[in-house]
């Protein structure tokens, strides 16, 4: 069963960093490609980024390009975003996500994907 888990979620001034760390338990992890997103109280569910099985192929949604940065490590099993100059609307749950059967086009939809984590809290306060 694949288990993946967030970690490295905080509070941090506005214009500041974190960087959030996705551990892909299952085999075979290089099958998987991967995704963050985020949903704050009382709104839906968003893509922020997501990255293809070897890390070639990466999408941003538009209100994160330029500052986040999703990247993976294979043999750590391990998915990463960077968040530089953080804004108080970054403020949400982060989750990550996998699937094995990624639509680069539709990356941003929740329903393409199968496994999820419980989330790290991202704060920022301006």
């Known amino acids: 069963q694949v288990q993946v888990v967030e970690s490295g979620g905080g509070s941090v001034q506005a214009g500041g960093s974190l960087r959030l760390t996705c551990l892909h338990s299952g085999d075979r992890y290089n099958r998987y490609a991967m995704a963050w997103f985020r949903q704050a109280p009382g709104k839906e569910r968003e893509g922020v980024a997501s990255?293809?099985?070897?890390?070639?192929?990466?999408r941003e949604a538009e209100a994160v390009k330029g500052r986040f940065t999703i990247s993976r490590d294979n043999a750590k099993n391990t998915l990463y975003l960077q968040m530089d100059s953080l804004k108080p609307e970054d403020s949400a749950m982060y989750y990550c996500?996998?699937?094995?059967?990624?639509?680069?086009?539709?990356?941003?939809?929740?329903?393409?994907?199968?496994?999820w984590g419980q989330g790290t809290q991202v704060t920022v306060s301006s």
């Open positions: 996500a996998a699937t094995l059967t990624w639509d680069a086009f539709r990356w941003w939809l929740p329903d393409g994907y199968d496994y």
């Open positions: 990255i293809s099985t070897h890390g070639g192929v990466t």
